[in-house]
């Protein structure tokens, strides 16, 4: 069957738009155009079936169409329902890669969309949040069939594997694409800091200088956030519970305060620990009426919606991706995209230069994962530092930037014990 008639999306009519947006997008990502070249020699994924599950807006679109440049069958579906983009979808499916997606259907529609990706009987899989590791060591164990390995997107995804490795039921070899430098240090920090404040601030259409902005958690992703509110004027808060990071934040230049303190006097919130529940009950008994409250972790349990719908008189959308929560002695809370990813439920996601390199490690990681599968067993690997410093290296070329090399003596000098 082909791409077309195989495939489940919204409209094909809205292909034209969704080109343009690839377009746009690949014209930004050069490390990820070189290694589509690189593939579309060496043909890395001939005859082979590969499946992802990714946020999917224009920079996933085109990793899909890298990988398919390397000899590859691709189907992709998306990682939330609401960060799907239906023009990108139908763009993809005109160029021959089977799409299960569709912006924001129904749970039950979500699940069956992912399980149909893999259906398809993939070789190997890009994963994003552990999606497709959950069916696989779930439900569809069949489904494990032909699958070699894959490579793995986020902290939250890496964290369910290192859990299923732990108690010894994983069953493929995959890459913690997020544990690389090029990952962690760029993506999640300025990526995650910038596009999370574009989400906010395009959905509210208000101030961030002058208000008191809570980041919750202080990780790769939480410094990020804190540095962009900073840079854009608000006072910035941390909250933490681990006491290196408090005290990082601290010595960053932050207020550091439990949540019951922050709850108080916060006027935008953003949550980006991994963590469930982290804003619940006992602070929305004491949250500042009129709190802003969001989301930039991988799922939408940060905030606890049960507890602020309990607490509530109801509820109404006030503006497209915000709801605005009526407490029962008349506050109101307003919670956006429903609190999942505000920047891509709410926004476009991360810069497409920053998913250029995210994106060019998760292609050579898959790879990576076909070229010795046979080796890695039933394990979560590291990304090579070969790769990740390859990476580096594009980017510092593509930038047209030079570094210095150690010269004979030094290498001796480094290496020597005296
Ligand atoms: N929005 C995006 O585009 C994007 C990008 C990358 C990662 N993520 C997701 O963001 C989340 C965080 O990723 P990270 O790389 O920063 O992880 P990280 O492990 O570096 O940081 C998480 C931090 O949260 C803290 N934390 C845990 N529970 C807490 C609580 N109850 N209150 C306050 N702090 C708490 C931890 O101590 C830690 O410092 C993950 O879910 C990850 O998948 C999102």
């Known amino acids: 069957m082909s791409a077309r008639e195989n ?3 919204a409209d094909m009519s809205l292909a034209p738009a969704g080109h343009l947006k690839i377009d746009w ?41 890298v990988v398919q440049a390397g000899g590859a069958e691709v189907t992709i579906t998306g990682s939330n329902p609401l960060s799907t983009q239906d023009d ?8 021959g890669i089977t799409v299960f997606a569709k912006y924001n259907p129904d749970p039950e529609e979500f699940k069956s969309l992912i399980v149909r990706a893999l259906e398809s009987k993939p070789d190997l899989i890009i994963d994003d949040g552990s999606d497709f590791a959950t069916i696989l060591h779930g439900e569809r164990p069949d489904l494990l069939v032909n699958i070699r390995g894959g490579a793995e997107e986020t902290t939250t995804g890496i964290t369910r594997l ?3 490795e732990k108690e010894g039921t994983l069953k493929l070899p995959m890459v913690a694409v997020n544990d690389a430098y090029c990952k962690y240090l760029f993506d999640n920090r300025y990526g995650t800091g910038q596009s999370a404040f574009d989400g906010i601030m395009r959905t509210t259409n208000l101030m ?24 854009l004027g608000a006072n910035v808060i941390v909250t933490e519970v681990d006491a290196i990071k408090a005290v990082e934040a601290h010595m960053d230049g932050f207020t550091v305060l439990p949540m019951i303190e922050a709850a108080k006097i916060g006027e935008i919130f953003v949550t980006v620990t991994g963590n469930k ?23 939408d349990v940060e905030v606890n919606k049960p507890e602020l719908a309990e607490r509530s008189t109801g509820k109404r959308t006030v503006r497209h991706n915000i709801e605005e929560y009526q407490l029962k002695d008349g506050r109101k809370v307003y919670l956006l995209a429903e609190g999942r990813l505000v920047n891509l439920a709410a926004g476009d996601g991360h810069p497409a230069e920053i998913m250029d390199t995210t994106f ?12 010795n599968y046979q080796s890695m067993g039933a394990k979560v690997a590291n990304v090579p ?34």
Request: overall charge positive; aromatic content about 8%; charged content about 25%.
């Open 7 to 9: 495939s489940i999306v």
């Open 25 to 65: 997008a690949s014209a930004h990502m050069p490390v990820l155009n070189r290694i589509r070249k690189q593939f579309e020699q060496e043909q890395p994924f001939k005859g082979l079936k590969v499946s992802i599950c990714l946020h999917l807006e224009a920079k996933t679109a085109y990793l899909a169409k």
């Open 88 to 95: 990108v979808c139908a763009a993809l499916v005109e160029d």
């Open 162 to 164: 290192k859990a299923l």
């Open 208 to 231: 961030i200088a002058g208000k008191n902005v809570v980041i919750v958690g202080y990780g790769w992703c939480g410094k990020g956030l804190a540095m962009r509110a900073k840079g």
């Open 277 to 299: 529940d982290v804003i619940r009950g006992e602070h929305y008994d004491v949250i500042r009426d009129g709190a802003i409250l969001c989301n930039a972790g991988h799922f």
């Open 360 to 371: 060019a490690l998760q292609a050579l990681s898959l790879k990576y994962v076909n070229d």
């Open 385 to 418: 530092y070969e790769l990740d410093e390859q990476v580096a290296r594009y980017k510092l070329e593509s930038l047209g930037i030079g570094i210095d090399t150690l010269t004979e003596a030094q290498k001796k000098y480094q290496d020597s014990w005296s």
